[in-house]
C-alpha cells in the first residue's frame, strides 16, 4: 500500500506566501513523477505544477513566475512554494503520485487527502 501525506495549508494574505509538503510511503519501488492539483468551489481539478523523476518541471499558466515545485528524492517528498498568493489561489490542493507498487506489480496514481489554500484579507 501506498500513503500520501500532505501538510503545509493554511490561511495566507493576498502576496503572502505557503510551502505544501507531501511525503509518499509504502510499497513503492519507483515514482515515475509527482504533482499538485487543485479544486476550488465550483470548479473542475486542474494541475498545478509536477516533475517528473528526472526533474523536469510543469506548472499552469496561471502560478508560472510564482509557484515553485521541487523534490527531495530520498524522502520520496514533493513540494510546492507558493510565493504572491493571490485570492484566485484558493483552493483544496492536491497532491498526486504516479508511480510503480513493488507489490502490486502495477504503475498507478495515487493521491493525498487534500490540504486547503485560503488567500484573503
Known amino acids: 500500500q501506498v500513503q500520501l501525506v500532505e501538510s503545509g495549508g493554511g490561511l495566507v494574505q493576498p502576496g503572502g506566501s505557503l510551502r505544501l509538503s507531501c511525503a509518499a510511503s509504502?510499497?513503492?519501488?519507483?515514482?515515475?513523477?509527482m504533482g499538485w492539483y487543485r479544486q476550488a468551489p465550483g470548479k473542475q481539478r486542474e494541475l498545478v505544477a509536477d516533475?517528473?523523476?528526472?526533474?523536469?518541471?510543469n506548472y499552469v499558466d496561471s502560478v508560472k513566475g510564482r509557484f515553485t515545485i521541487f523534490r527531495d528524492n530520498a524522502k520520496n517528498t514533493v513540494y510546492l512554494q507558493m510565493n504572491s498568493l493571490k485570492p484566485e489561489d484558493t483552493a483544496v490542493y492536491y497532491c498526486?503520485?504516479?508511480?510503480?507498487?513493488?507489490?502490486?506489480?502495477?504503475?498507478?496514481?495515487?493521491w493525498g487527502q487534500g490540504t486547503q489554500v485560503t488567500v484573503s484579507s
Open positions: 498526486n503520485a504516479d508511480l510503480l507498487d513493488f507489490v502490486l506489480h502495477i504503475r498507478n496514481n495515487y
Open positions: 509504502g510499497t513503492i519501488f519507483s515514482i515515475y513523477a
Open positions: 516533475i517528473t523523476s528526472g526533474g523536469s518541471t
